[in-house]
C-alpha cells in the first residue's frame, strides 16, 4: 500500500542549528514527492517538488530510493522556519491522482 | 480573483444535526479536493473532482459524508447526522490540468479550511 511516514510529530531546534525533517515511503511505482507547509494561520501551500531539484527559503530534499526517503532538510534554521511541514506522495490511478499525506512534523526554532 | 474560498470558516454544532461546508475553487481551476486533518492523523483525503469524470469518492469515511460539485465549480461537503469523532479541520483544494499516468502532477491549491466542532 502506498504511505508516507513522518515519524517525528515534533522537532525542536535552535535558530542557526541544521534542520533535518524525516520523510519515508512506500510506492511500487517511480514516487513523484512533495513537501507543503502551513505556517501559523496561513493556508497549507507547497514548497518543494523532488522533479524540481529546487531549493526554496534554503530547504532541499533529495529522493534516495534505496532508502525510501525524502528528507527535508536546511543547514542553518530560521525562527520563520517554524511551521507545520507535511512530506506528500502523488498515488496515480485511472483518472485520479491523489496526494497521499504524512501526519505531518512541527518544526519549531528557538531564537 | 483570490484563492480558494471555503465557507464557513467555523462551524459548532450539536452531534446528530447535519452540516454543509462549501468551497469556492480558484477559477478556471478543473481538478476540486477534500481533505480533513485532525491532530495526529495529518491529512486525510475524503473526494475527488475532476472535470465531468465521476467524482472519485474512495476517501469518504461513511455514507454519513458526501459531496456535490455544480457546474463544476462550486463545491459542497454534506456530514449528515454528525458525530463528535467528525470534529476536525476540513480543507478544499483545487488544482489545473489533467489526472491520470501520464499526467504531471499540477501544485494544489489549498483553502483556508472550515473548522468543525461536534458537541
Known amino acids: 500500500a502506498q504511505r508516507v511516514t513522518q515519524p517525528e510529530k515534533l522537532l525542536s531546534v535552535f535558530k542557526g542549528a541544521p534542520v533535518e525533517l524525516k520523510c519515508n515511503y512506500s510506492y511500487s511505482g517511480s514516487p513523484e514527492l512533495f513537501w507543503y507547509v502551513q505556517y501559523s494561520r496561513q493556508r497549507l501551500q507547497l514548497l518543494l517538488r523532488h522533479i524540481s531539484r529546487e531549493s526554496i527559503k534554503g530547504f532541499t530534499a533529495d529522493l534516495n530510493k534505496g532508502e525510501t526517503s525524502f528528507h527535508l532538510k536546511k543547514p542553518f534554521a530560521q525562527e520563520e522556519d517554524s511551521a507545520m511541514y507535511y512530506c506528500a506522495l502523488v498515488r496515480r490511478g485511472g483518472a485520479t491522482n491523489k496526494l497521499i499525506f504524512g501526519t505531518g512534523t512541527l518544526l519549531a526554532v528557538q531564537p | ?119
Open chain 2, 1 to 119: 480573483g483570490a484563492g480558494v474560498s471555503q465557507s464557513p470558516s467555523n462551524k459548532v454544532t450539536e452531534k446528530g444535526k447535519d452540516v454543509e461546508l462549501r468551497c469556492d475553487p480558484i477559477s478556471g481551476h478543473t481538478a476540486l479536493y477534500w481533505y480533513r486533518q485532525s491532530l495526529g492523523q495529518g491529512l486525510e483525503f475524503l473526494i475527488y473532482f475532476q472535470g465531468n469524470s465521476a467524482p472519485d469518492k474512495s476517501g469518504l469515511p461513511s455514507d454519513r459524508f458526501s459531496a456535490e460539485r455544480t457546474g463544476g465549480s462550486v463545491s459542497t461537503l454534506t456530514i449528515q447526522r454528525t458525530q463528535q469523532e467528525d470534529s476536525a479541520v476540513y480543507l478544499c483544494a483545487s488544482s489545473t490540468g489533467l489526472a491520470g499516468l501520464l499526467a504531471p502532477h499540477n501544485e494544489q491549491f489549498f483553502g483556508p479550511g472550515t473548522r468543525l466542532t461536534v458537541l
